[in-house]
């Protein structure tokens, strides 16, 4: 809907006396097909069945958790973030879900049960997706605490989560015990599909250990399983994870066969988390057999597309990538490897997925007029941002970052830009940034 067309239907709608009811009722709405969509996912583990729709629906979705915060019985908030978990993750919008978990929980302390385990379970995998360990492992474990008794589901999940965070922070042998203990309770409840997860889970914990046989074997088990119920996310992560394995026991046949397979799937599965994962491994896969300058251009575009997603790379993946960059950097010099690794943030997310299939650099576009100031990705978004005379908390729930964020922002772009106010950035935004 036009943007004028919307404000006007808006304002009648405020006058009509009736918005309280009519908001009630899409929130309503937007809770039920939140629902439905989980409990599908945890069901099948498929997410083209539902995934697509949700992405339709996110600016409703919002719009709806923005009312429910309003409201002075938070409990719906609860609901429709916690189910909204799996979609906020496989959707590439983790900020964002992370968000509006945070806020539901710090607003119903007294919630307790089943309602608030399920959000307490998506945000522990949404703090762990950002390397907040420490975080992730106290939401798990009060989650743990509200389960009831027929939440197996929940229960058996939130011991895999834990499992990856041990992962995560390299307590490899700390990880095994907890994926063991999720994988029994899902043999004997289900869903059979979470036992694929759990096996990719515990290949990495064994890539970790440097047990790469054993690794492969669990990596290609889950694969199997992963291609029977085409299931793509899962076989675009077990393949990063084998394209790494590969690389440890020197196979540059396999792990170029690997990519060749993931990297077409990137795309369609709208996950930049996912692709920045990919990135970085094809990237360390160049660094491996021998395409050292290759390999610094994608660890740049990964590293764009990480920290634009606001997602972060954990172990045992990232001792492999930095490794990788070490190497390269050894290899190349430090000026040198600065200059592939600027070339690869000026990629585009085509380009750079052009030259991960490739053995050719791709050509960067045109740098745009606002690169002539020097500032960062962030930064020309909170330009863009202040050309739509948004202001601070605006910019700050626009990109849903910290309070206060924005203003500091705001502050670099000024400065970079050597104007004083933001009607001033606003006018150099008018012509530098592209239409």
């Known amino acids: 809907m036009l943007v ?30 939140a629902e439905r969509s989980w409990h599908i996912w945890f069901g099948t583990g498929q997410i083209d ?24 019985d938070p409990t719906h908030l609860v609901r429709l973030a916690g189910a909204l978990t799996e979609y906020m993750h496989l959707g ?97 409840h289900g869903p059979e599909w979470c036992i694929e997860t759990i096996q990719i889970d515990l290949g990495a914990a064994s890539l970790g250990l440097g047990d790469y046989d054993q690794a492969a074997a669990l990596f290609e088990e889950a694969l199997a399983q992963s291609r029977a119920r085409s299931n793509r996310f899962d076989t675009t992560w077990v393949l990063g994870y084998l394209g790494l394995t590969a690389c440890a026991m020197g196979d540059a046949a396999a792990a170029a066969a690997c990519s060749a397979e993931a990297i077409p799937l990137w795309r369609t599965l709208q996950s930049p988390e996912l692709v920045a994962e990919g990135m970085a491994v094809v990237a360390t896969i160049a660094a491996h057999f021998g395409s050292p300058e290759r390999s610094a251009r994608l660890f740049g575009a990964a590293d764009v597309l990480r920290d634009r997603a606001g997602h972060a790379f954990t172990l045992p993946e990232r001792a492999f990538f930095e490794r990788a960059q070490q190497s390269v950097r050894e290899r190349l010099g430090d000026g040198a490897y600065a200059a592939a690794y600027d070339a690869g943030h000026l990629l585009t997310l085509d380009q750079a997925i052009a030259e991960a299939l490739s053995d050719e650099p791709a050509t960067p576009s045109a740098p745009v007029a606002a690169d002539h100031y020097g500032l960062t990705p962030r930064e020309r978004e909170v330009l863009a941002l202040l050309a739509r005379r948004l202001t601070d908390l605006e910019i700050d729930d626009a990109l849903f970052i910290a309070p206060q964020t924005a203003s500091t922002h705001v502050k670099r772009v000024l400065s970079k830009l050597g104007v004083s106010n933001r009607r001033e950035a606003a006018a150099i935004a008018a012509r530098v940034l592209p239409a």
């Open 4 to 33: 004028t067309i919307r404000e006007f239907g808006l304002e009648h709608l405020v006058a009509s006396g009736e918005e309280a009811a009519i908001r009630d009722a899409h929130a309503a709405w937007c809770i039920e097909i």
């Open 49 to 72: 069945d539902w995934l697509p729709h949700l992405l339709l629906e996110h600016d409703n979705l919002r719009s709806a958790q923005d009312w429910l915060a309003s409201d002075a």
């Open 92 to 188: 590439g919008a983790r900020r964002e879900g992370r968000f509006w978990l945070e806020r539901a929980l710090d607003r119903t302390p007294n919630v307790t049960g089943s309602l608030r385990a399920r959000a307490l379970n998506g945000a522990a995998m949404l703090a762990m997706n950002r390397g907040d360990f420490e975080r992730a492992a106290a939401y798990a474990r009060e989650c743990l605490a509200n389960c009831q008794e027929g939440d197996v589901w929940l229960v058996a999940g939130t011991k895999l989560l834990l499992g990856g965070i041990s992962t995560g922070m390299g307590a490899y042998e700390s990880s095994v015990d907890e994926l063991n203990r999720a994988i029994e309770l899902f043999r004997r």
